[in-house]
C-alpha cells in the first residue's frame, strides 16, 4: 500500500454484563454462514459450508504456537492508544501515546489498525473461548460508540475528518479513507458476528446509513473518479450489511463500489492485471464474490472465478503469495520479478478469503491445495517466532531475509492482517454439506459438529509427517461420509486404514476421498500421504526453479552476513532493504544430470524437514522449510546448472 500515490496504496473496562451474553453462532468471515443472523439467504447453490470457528479446537502444532503469540500480541494492546486519533478526531480529551508508524496522528491512513484489532479479538474469542478477547473488544465498541455519538455525523466514525472522504470523490490527492473505513466496519461487524456484540452491528448499520447518503447523489463520473483511490473491501461489507438486514439500500450502495474500469474486463475474460496494484484489486473480487453468492448473477461469478484461477496460474509464486513491489506484473513472468518486495501479506490474506469463497461454491480440491500451500508457505511462516511480530513483505531475491514490524512503529497495513491471519486457522481445516464431513487440511484439531451429534479429533505431525489419524469421539451412528482430502501434490499415492483394515482407493490426486459408513464412537482412520521432493520450475524460464518437499517450500540457508543488530525488525518495511548483499552467496544448483534425491539427502540431526543439499559442484547447504527460516538470510528460487 504505496502512501505516496493516492489511489495505489499500497487497561480495559471490565464489563461483567457481556460475559455470558450471546450464544456465538457465527460461523466464518465467509458464504453461507452466519445464518442464524442473516435476513437474506445465499441464492447461489453453495456446496458445502464451513464450521463454526467455536466448533474448532486446535491441538498443539506450529499453528497453535502461532496463535498463542498472536493472543498474547492482542492483549499487549493498550486500547486508549488505539482510540486517541478517534477521540481527537471527535473533540474528545485524550491523554494516550500515540501509535506510530501508518497510525500516527498526521498519517491518513490512521485508525485501520482498530478495526483489525476489532476482528481479531473477535476471532480469537471464537477460536478460543477466551472471555478475555471479547471483553477486550466489548470495551474498544463502547468508547468508539462515545466517538461516533460525538461526532454527530448521521453514523460517521473514523479517525480523520470526514473531508478525506470528500477529496477522494473529488478525485483529489489522498491516503484511502474508504479502506480505513472499511476495516472499522468489518471489525464492528466481526464484533457482532463471532462475539454478539449488538451495538456493534447498529454502528455498523449507522456508518453503512451515512455511506448511502454520501454516496446517494453522485453521478457515475463522479464515482468513477472516487473508485481509482483504494477502496478495500467496501462493497463486501455492504453486501454483508444487506444480507444481514435485508435493507436495499446496503444492495444499492454496495454496487456503487463496483469499478467498472477495472472489472469489466474480467467478465469478459481478458488478463489486465498487470502494472495494477494488487491488494487494491483483490477485495473488490470479494465483493464480487459475495454478490454472486447474494443474487446468483452469472457476471459476477465469472470475474471471481476469472481472476482466481488467473492470479493463480500466472502471477503467483511458489510460496503462494503475489505482486511485485505491491503490483501485479506480466503473466508468467516472475524471473523478472524475484525482488526484496514481493509477495505483499495482505494479498495473501486476501486471497485465502477468495478461495474461501470459490471453495464453498464446488467443492474443488484445488482451491484447498492453493489454501494450503499459502497457508503453510507464506501466512505461517510470516510471523516471528521470537516477537510474534509481522512481515510485510516475503521477499524472493536470492540473499534476502525476512524483515518484522515492531510494537510501537509500524503498523502497515500487513500488520493489520496479521492481527487476523494467526487468530482464525481454524477456518478452513473442516468443511460441511448435509451429510458430508470435508477434511481439508492436516492440522492438529477437533471438530464438534453439534447438528449431527458428531466429533471427530485430527492427529497429525504433518508435514513432518506423512500421515493423519482421525478419531471419531462422538457419532449418533448413524450413516455419513467423512471425505479425506488427497492432494494434487501426493504423486507417491496413498494408504487409508479403517480400524486398521487397509480400504480400497479408487480416487486419483487432486480429489476427495470418500469413506461412507455408519461410524462408531472409537473408529479410526488413518491416511498416508508420501511426500517427495520435487523442482518446480517458472514457466518463464525452466532453469530457475524451487525445490519442493510436499506441499512445503524449501528455503536455503545463507546465514547473517551483514545483518544490523537491529534486523530483522523495522520500522518501516523498507528500512533494512538498502543492507549490502554479501558477495558469492550460494544460489546456484549445479544438478549435473543427477537426480534431485541423490544431491539432497535429509538431516538426520535435524527436523525430519530439514536436508542436507551437496550439488555436482560439491557446495553444500541447509535446505529448511521457508516457513521455519527467521533472522538469516535465505535462497528460494534457484539457477539450475
Not at 489486465?272 to 473488490?284: D, E, R, W
Request: proline share 5%; glycine share 6%.
Amino acid at each position: 500500500m504505496n502512501p505516496s500515490i493516492k489511489h495505489l496504496p499500497s487497561a480495559f473496562v471490565v464489563c461483567l454484563i457481556c460475559l455470558f451474553g450471546g450464544n456465538l453462532q457465527a460461523q466464518s468471515h465467509y458464504p453461507g454462514q452466519h445464518q442464524d443472523k442473516m435476513v437474506v439467504s445465499d441464492k447461489a447453490n453453495l456446496k458445502v459450508q464451513a464450521f463454526d470457528l467455536k466448533a474448532v479446537k486446535l491441538l498443539e502444532s506450529p499453528f497453535l504456537e502461532n496463535q498463542k503469540r498472536e493472543e498474547k500480541w492482542l492483549l499487549s494492546l493498550d486500547n486508549n492508544r488505539l482510540l486517541h486519533t478517534f477521540r481527537l478526531n471527535a473533540g474528545i480529551p485524550s491523554k494516550a501515546k500515540s501509535l506510530g508508524g501508518w497510525e500516527a496522528p498526521d498519517v491518513e491512513l490512521r485508525g485501520h489498525s482498530t478495526g483489525h484489532v476489532l476482528s481479531g479479538l473477535a476471532l480469537m474469542y471464537a477460536s478460543t473461548g477466551k472471555v478475555i478477547f471479547k471483553l477486550k473488544g466489548d470495551s474498544l465498541v463502547t468508547e468508539l460508540k462515545k466517538v461516533q455519538d460525538a461526532l454527530d455525523q448521521r453514523g460517521y466514525l473514523g479517525a480523520f475528518p470526514q473531508y478525506f472522504v470528500n477529496r477522494a470523490i473529488n478525485d483529489g490527492h489522498v491516503w484511502a479513507p474508504w479502506y480505513t473505513l472499511h476495516k472499522i466496519m468489518a471489525g464492528l461487524l466481526d464484533m457482532y458476528l463471532y462475539a454478539d456484540n449488538r451495538m456493534a452491528f447498529d454502528m455498523a448499520k449507522k456508518m453503512g446509513d451515512w455511506t448511502n447518503l454520501k454516496l446517494a447523489g453522485l453521478s457515475q463520473s463522479q464515482l468513477d473518479k472516487m473508485l481509482k483511490t483504494e477502496f478495500g473491501g467496501m462493497s463486501e461489507v455492504l453486501y454483508n450489511l444487506y444480507a444481514l438486514t435485508g435493507e436495499i439500500k446496503y444492495l444499492k450502495t454496495a454496487e456503487m463500489f463496483y469499478h467498472r474500469e477495472q472489472l469489466d474486463p474480467l467478465a469478459d475474460q481478458k488478463d489486465v492485471l498487470k502494472a495494477h496494484h494488487a491488494n487494491t484489486y483483490i477485495p473488490k473480487i470479494i465483493g464480487d464474490a459475495r454478490a454472486y453468492e447474494l443474487q446468483a448473477t452469472e457476471k459476477e461469478h465469472t470475474i471471481a472465478d476469472f481472476f482466481w484461477n488467473t492470479v493463480i496460474g500466472h502471477h503467483t509464486y511458489a510460496t503462494g503469495g503475489n505482486s511485485d513491489n505491491e503490483f501485479f506484473f506480466a503473466p508468467d513472468s516472475l524471473c523478472r520479478h524475484l525482488s526484496l518486495r514481493t509477495t505483499e501479506t495482505c494479498n495473501t490474506y486476501n486471497m485465502l478469503k477468495l478461495t474461501r469463497h470459490l471453495f464453498s461454491w464446488t467443492a474443488d480440491v484445488k482451491y484447498v491445495d492453493y489454501y494450503e500451500q499459502a497457508l503453510y508457505n507464506h501466512i505461517l511462516g510470516s510471523q516471528d517466532p521470537e516477537t510474534g511480530m509481522v512481515c510485510y513483505f516475503m521477499p524472493m531475491k536470492s540473499g534476502s531475509f525476512k524483515v518484522y514490524s515492531n510494537p510501537d512503529n509500524s503498523f502497515w497495513c500487513c500488520v493489520g492482517t496479521g492481527f487476523e491471519n494467526h487468530a482464525k486457522y481454524g477456518e478452513a481445516i473442516y468443511y460441511h454439506n448435509e451429510s458430508n464431513l470435508y477434511a481439508n487440511l492436516f492440522i492438529p484439531s477437533e471438530i464438534s459438529w453439534k447438528e449431527k451429534g458428531i466429533q471427530v479429533r485430527q492427529e497429525t505431525r504433518f508435514p513432518e509427517s506423512e500421515s493423519s489419524r482421525f478419531t471419531i469421539l462422538a457419532t449418533k451412528g448413524e450413516k455419513f461420509s467423512l471425505l479425506l482430502r488427497y492432494p494434487s501434490w501426493a504423486i507417491s499415492g496413498v494408504t487409508v486404514k479403517i480400524n486398521g483394515r487397509v480400504q480400497p482407493v479408487k480416487t486419483l490426486p487432486g480429489n476427495f476421498i470418500p469413506l461412507e459408513r455408519k461410524w462408531q464412537k472409537g473408529d479410526v482412520v488413518e491416511l498416508s500421504l508420501p511426500m517427495s521432493l520435487r523442482l518446480v520450475p517458472t514457466k518463464d524460464d525452466p532453469k530457475i526453479a524451487v525445490i519442493a518437499y510436499g506441499p512445503i517450500l524449501l528455503a536455503g540457508e545463507l546465514g547473517k552476513e551483514g545483518l544490523k543488530e537491529n534486523a530483522p525488525y523495522a520500522d518501516d518495511q523498507d528500512d533494512l532493504n538498502q543492507l549490502a548483499m554479501p558477495e558469492n552467496l550460494k544460489t546456484i544448483l549445479n544438478i549435473g544430470g543427477k537426480k534431485l534425491t541423490e544431491l539432497i539427502k535429509p538431516a538426520n540431526d535435524k527436523s525430519p524437514l530439514a536436508f542436507k543439499m551437496e550439488d555436482a559442484s560439491k557446495e553444500k547447504v541447509t535446505l529448511i522449510p521457508y516457513y521455519q527460516i527467521h533472522g538469516e538470510r535465505y535462497v528460494v528460487y534457484w539457477k539450475l546448472k
